[in-house]
């Protein structure tokens, strides 16, 4: 095929706008459509632009447009979604640090949705109060949609979810009686797991309308009702002293000019005597999201560097006391996810036609990119008041043996 | 015994610039000087002022005139001397909240000696190049003067040092060949230890003239000048490319206005490939150490909260993986200290003269106090460059068996 010179000069800048990924860049008007994208191929994968107009719109706003175009067809990939995506990050990363992609991001760091109390809950039904069918073709079945902890490579999702519950509550050292605040709790795994296994009473906020009413239910299902509470409220209006404060998956929509104000949240929780855990992801250095990523998928999505987690903590003296970074785990977790999304895709193209599941799919694969090259990490802080006693001599204890829900649940496959 | 209204008023306003600790203050011209300090006893303990002067000079700039008058006998403690400075520690704490205790500090912040090349130079010789034998009288066998890791409350100083060498080399995953650099390698124990036991070469600089002619001397002794360099030169001096790098208990020195030198020097050993670790005393919010300990015993020192010490890894895109506070092993580690330095207090007295035994008590003793009620934390922070493959999947590796040296210190004492 030929490419005309204003072709040529645009696929040459759109690749070097990149930092010159090791990848082919092809206006598509000739080129065979038919070969599957996440072939697995390992020759250099291909970008097919199908139309002069988007070589056009990625040359002004590569992140935004390819983002949408892909979504849309506009743009066919030739190779395995994720290592195109991995090269494109390492290659924009090394740009970065000549300024290029810096420069970029900041023109379209835009004035995003601010997570005040209004805008949160529209952020967080945009995403969260989704059809919940949706989310159970593709996520474990207790609905955890966070980053998991895998004891191994090879440890099943379902059970990599019940150890990361696990250990976050034994970071948490929780016992029996303790009272604990949860803020931003999902569809409520968390908050059950620790009221049935470690005899804890929650109280779980959440703004998502559609997961607080799902996690009432599992709740009178298990009879929980007496330790659990879901409270469909914003971390803001969180009120009563309690031990421990835990938030999973939270952080990244509360926003940077926030902290101080759930950090006040915190501390009006756990005073200078309790205990708590923040799980989020996170950035090696301060810098936003994706464009697109927070156009069509995380509105108001922010993830801190640590340099910015500390105003949680700093102005209240508290301690941090361990952080963890599971990036390599969240890249993992993903990977389940994406899998069985894309074994479920009839079905959600059914549910939401086919430019939702190629967004998703980009969204997904993009995630697993980013935890594997590195934009992305994934950070737990375990945190406490400048008078809490209950601090643990080392970290031996989270390793010594199997998380006590794993085990219980290895002996009820063992009893069946 | 009776006080002027002017001196109770001087007692009263002192003991409200420390946020009313539980313990009395006297005016001591009449007290029986005999009953010894550090006795253990449990009734409130008691700060015996012996002049008038003293009591001004209390009342204008407590924690300096607290060093100075107790260094020189002008005060004299009956109660136990740890137990005292925690209560007014945690209560300057809770002050510092009503704003008394930052502005008292914020008096006293002075212009510390500078960490420019020289000041370095300056500020370590007055610490550093003191007699070894002096500290060959309190320290372990091996000459280590940063925290300990103690696998158990009860092990022995000896094995704890042991296990912190062997906790820094295992969360480095130090490999046979690899090329480390270290900053501030004190007496040389944990270059030598790294090389002996992991296999590893070692470039180790330090500015300590006497440190530096000690560490020598084991290389030599140990037979292991092939793999251990020691290099009597500045951090920001450090050249050609590492696997790793590591520094412990140099930060505290380097004075956060040069974080950006160290983290150049840093990206610059290992640049994206590369990992390392910095272990320090740090501090729950941006804070400056005690004037006193700055004026008598650590000119030029500074230990960063965590939001400052991030301004060594946000603008080399390093990814923390790692941050473990020692903050109990600190003070563990210096109860051990005092106590054989208490042990040693004749022999001090010779080399020294008795102010100067008092001011290290007061050192000690105010830095297991510091550790214990918080104002002191201790932080391991491991970090790698954005292009590290050596990134370990869980942290269990790291609490699977005893430490290797451990494991053959115990062999050796078996065989004896």
Redesign the interface.
């Known amino acids: 095929m030929k490419f005309s010179s204003t072709e040529k000069w645009l696929m040459r800048k759109i690749l070097r706008m990149t930092g010159d990924p090791p990848l082919h860049l092809v206006l598509g008007r000739d080129v065979d459509n038919s070969s599957p994208s996440n072939n697995g191929g390992k020759s250099k994968p291909t970008i097919v632009v199908r139309d002069r107009k988007t070589l056009v719109q990625l040359a002004l706003n590569p992140e935004v447009a390819f983002g949408e175009a892909y979504s849309d067809g506009r743009i066919e990939i030739h190779g395995n979604l994720v290592e195109l995506l991995e090269e494109v990050m ?1 290659s924009m ?1 090394e740009g ?2 000549r300024g290029s992609y810096a420069k970029l991001s900041s023109w379209w760091l835009d004035r995003t949705g601010d997570n005040t109390r209004y805008g949160s809950r529209k952020n967080i039904h945009r995403h969260y109060d989704l059809n919940v069918n949706f989310y159970k073709l593709w996520l474990d079945k207790r609905m955890l949609y966070t980053c998991a ?5 090879s440890t099943p999702l379902e059970d990599a979810q019940l150890a990361k519950m696990d250990h976050v509550c034994r970071k948490l050292q929780l016992q029996p009686g303790d009272k604990v605040v949860e803020a931003g709790c999902g569809w409520g795994a968390l908050a059950l797991h620790m009221a049935k296994h470690y005899g804890v009473t929650v109280k779980a906020f959440n703004i998502s309308h559609e997961q607080i009413a799902f996690a009432r239910e599992q709740t009178k299902r298990e009879g929980l009702t007496q330790q659990v509470e879901f409270i469909e409220d914003d971390y803001r209006n969180i009120s009563g002293r309690q031990d421990v404060f835990v938030s999973v998956g939270m952080l990244e929509h509360v926003g940077v000019d926030h902290y101080g104000e759930l950090g006040r949240s915190i501390h009006r929780t756990i005073g200078d005597w309790g205990r708590g855990l923040v799980h989020f992801i996170g950035k ?3 810098h936003p999201f994706s464009p697109w990523i927070r156009k069509r998928i995380f509105p108001g999505a922010y993830a801190p ?3 910015e987690v ?2 949680l ?3 209240w ?9 599971l ?2 785990h969240y890249a993992k977790t993903l990977e389940h996810w994406l899998s069985r999304f894309e074994g479920s895709v009839e079905r959600v193209t059914q549910m939401f036609g086919p430019e939702f599941v190629r967004a998703w799919r980009l969204y997904l694969a993009g995630s697993i990119a980013g935890f594997r090259s ?1 934009p992305l ?1 994934l ?1 737990q802080v375990t945190f406490a008041g ?2 809490c006693r209950q ?1 643990p ?4 204890y ?3 043996e199997q998380q006590p829900a794993v085990k219980e649940q290895k002996w009820m496959h063992a009893t069946r």
Chains 1, 2 share one sequence.
């Open positions: 390492r990363q970065q640090r902890y895998f004891p191994t490579v090696n250095y301060p560097a640590l340099s500390t105003r903590f700093e102005p003296n508290f301690s941090v006391l361990d952080v963890e970074n990036r390599m590195g990490q950070f400048a008078n601090i001599w080392t970290r031996a989270l390793y010594e």
